[in-house]
T-cell receptor, first 111, second 115 residues
Framework: GNSVTQMEGPVTLSEEAFLTINCTYT??????LFWYVQYPGEGLQLLLK?????DKGSNKGFEATYRKETTSFHLEKGSVQVSDSAVYFC??????????FGPGTRLSVLP | DAGVTQSPTHLIKTRGQQVTLRCSPK?????VSWYQQALGQGPQFIFQ???????QRGNFPDRFSGHQFPNYSSELNVNALLLGDSALYLC??????????????FGPGTRLTVL
């Protein structure tokens, strides 16, 4: 079946450090890929998405590129802020149905 | 533009009871999906409703059932509650037509505690 694997957290960085959170997937067909962010006590917010190979999703300084050859969708940000502290989820869906989420990676950014 | 809303925010029940959670989709959306998020884990897909019918279902027992109303709002019902049903229940909405069928918007969730 379809699955998503993320790097284990927690990830702790200093403000302005470079961030990478790895995500790889297994899917039959060609999924759409997503990153969602969850702040404490809240639901999930869509951060970015990519729907086909080599697409780059970007939002709020975060980027991720859909790599079909490595089945990956790593999340990156050049300079993190304290306000980026949250849990990040990688997810996939095929044709808008039956979303599959990774286990989440907790990011803590220290001032 | 109203986003996805869920009620109640928190709920405490005892084992064996039944619970109903409610969701109103984002304005203009016609599809509602429900997820269970246990503490420290990613959301698990329960089912999806479109045109008042269950379209897809994840690996959850029949104790979990749902309904979608003509105004696209939805309910999640859980019967015979177990301690393991304690979780954050998330509702997400999307639009079936057009090019963004795969983009879901989530509500804040309902925190269910089963004692």
């Amino acid at each position: 079946g379809n699955s998503v694997t993320q790097m284990e957290g927690p990830v702790t960085l200093s403000e302005e450090a470079f961030l990478t959170i790895n995500c790889t997937y297994t899917a039959t067909g060609y999924p759409s890929l997503f990153w969602y962010v969850q702040y404490p006590g809240e639901g999930l917010q869509l951060l970015l998405k990519a729907t086909k190979a080599d697409d780059k999703g970007s939002n709020k300084g975060f980027e991720a590129t859909y790599r079909k050859e490595t089945t990956s969708f790593h999340l990156e940000k050049g300079s993190v802020q304290v306000s980026d502290s949250a849990v990040y989820f990688c997810a996939l869906t095929l044709y808008g149905q039956n979303f599959v989420f990774g286990p989440g990676t907790r990011l803590s950014v220290l001032p | 533009d109203a986003g996805v809303t869920q009620s109640p925010t928190h709920l405490i029940k005892t084992r064996g009871q039944q619970v109903t959670l409610r969701c109103s989709p984002k304005s203009g959306h016609d599809t509602v999906s429900w997820y269970q998020q246990a503490l420290g884990q990613g959301p698990q897909f329960i089912f999806q409703y479109y045109e008042e019918e269950e379209r897809q279902r994840g690996n959850f027992p029949d104790r979990f059932s749902g309904h979608q109303f003509p105004n696209y709002s939805s309910e999640l019902n859980v019967n015979a509650l177990l301690l393991g049903d304690s979780a954050l229940y998330l509702c997400a909405s999307s639009l079936a037509a057009g090019g963004n069928t795969d983009t879901q918007y989530f509500g804040p969730g309902t925190r269910l505690t089963v004692l």
